[in-house]
């Protein structure tokens, strides 16, 4: 069942969804406008002949800035990592869904290419996947709306939330855009192999 504007409230009020900062206009039929940080990670190309799931890809990354008089332009084709402004956290009986603006999709903006799914229990900033599909360079500033976040009520809380122990969460207290750490799987199984 996808939370409404009402519902949204209430669980805002409650303390039980976490979305800082929040202001009432972000607050749609049944989502919540979320705006892009100033934080903007781009792939250095040049640095690695591909890019290789086993490592870490700290490296392969540069921190940007988006500046408040100007913006950062995303270029045809180009892929970066973008953050949302806001800190997000959920309770252990509810899931959010992350998606683009129409407005933003009609110019070929594209902010997630498969992490659009947050789990219960989730806490942090979410991480944008941020790609332009268009023919034509497209401007991203500081502050705008970047997206929306809708959310489900699950059938009983979850046995073990996002961040738990067990679960090995990666990104659970993300503040800034972060790189894949897909690496740790490899890590993790070479770990098993040598004990």
Do not use: C
Not at 36 to 56: C, H, M
Not at 132 to 148: E, H
């Amino acid at each position: 069942m996808v939370l409404s504007d009402r519902s949204i409230k209430e669980e805002l009020a409650a303390d039980r969804i976490v979305i800082d900062p929040l202001h009432e206009r972000d607050i749609q039929p049944a989502s919540v406008d979320l705006h892009l940080d100033k934080g903007i990670l781009v792939f250095n190309n040049s640095s690695e002949p591909y890019i290789d799931v086993r490592k870490d890809l700290t490296d392969l990354t540069e921190r940007q800035e988006i500046p408040e008089d100007k913006p950062f332009i995303l270029h045809p084709g180009e892929f970066v990592l973008g953050s949302t402004m806001e800190h997000i956290e959920l309770p252990n009986d509810i899931v959010a869904r992350l998606e683009g603006k129409s407005s933003l999709g009609r110019i070929g903006l594209v902010i997630h290419s498969t992490a659009g799914y947050i789990d219960p229990g989730w806490k942090g900033n979410l991480t944008l996947e941020l790609t332009n599909v268009a023919r034509l360079p497209i401007t991203l500033y500081f502050g705008m709306r970047i997206g929306q976040i809708s959310f489900q009520r699950m059938t009983t809380e979850v046995d073990r939330p996002y961040g738990s122990s067990e679960l090995g969460s990666r990104y659970q207290g993300q503040s800034d855009p972060t790189t894949s750490r897909l690496h740790i799987d490899f890590d993790e199984r070479r770990a098993g192999q040598d004990g």
